[in-house]
Nanobody, 123 residues
Framework: VQLQASGGGLVQAGGSLRLSCAAS????????MGWFRQAPGQEREFVAG????????SYADSVKGRYTASRDNAKSTLYLQMNGLKPEDTAVYYC?????????????????WGKGTQVTVFQ
């Protein structure tokens, strides 16, 4: 599967952005999907994950209550709604897939990665 994230940009603190991740291939609906981010000089970290059905989501503590992951399997698209953005949310955001539908919060547990999209939050 090929993944392409989009929707990043420059936003003032407190603002919102919605990221999208378009997937190619016919098996998107079977994958566990995740969002990760990487800030300069830092390791890539888990942000949010969603089961193949979309019924189960999980979030990093740092974004819980502000971010919402969702997916539209008919459109082979993953989303991340980000509200209440903070400067510390600034990072390159990546979408990723686990082909065995296994929930993973570590980057090395994901099988496919898209190119990231930059999110910059300023005060």
């Amino acid at each position: 599967v090929q993944l392409q994230a989009s929707g990043g940009g420059l936003v003032q603190a407190g603002g919102s952005l919605r990221l999208s991740c378009a997937a190619s291939g016919r098996t998107f609906s079977r994958y566990y999907m995740g969002w990760f981010r990487q800030a300069p000089g830092q390791e890539r970290e888990f942000v949010a994950g969603i089961s193949w059905t979309g019924d189960t989501t999980s979030y990093a503590d740092s974004v819980k209550g502000r971010y919402t992951a969702s997916r539209d399997n008919a459109k082979s698209t993953l989303y991340l709604q980000m509200n209440g953005l903070k400067p510390e949310d600034t990072a390159v955001y990546y979408c990723a897939a686990n082909q065995f539908a296994l929930p993973r919060t570590r980057p090395n547990g994901m099988d496919y990665w898209g190119k990231g999209t930059q999110v910059t939050v300023f005060q």
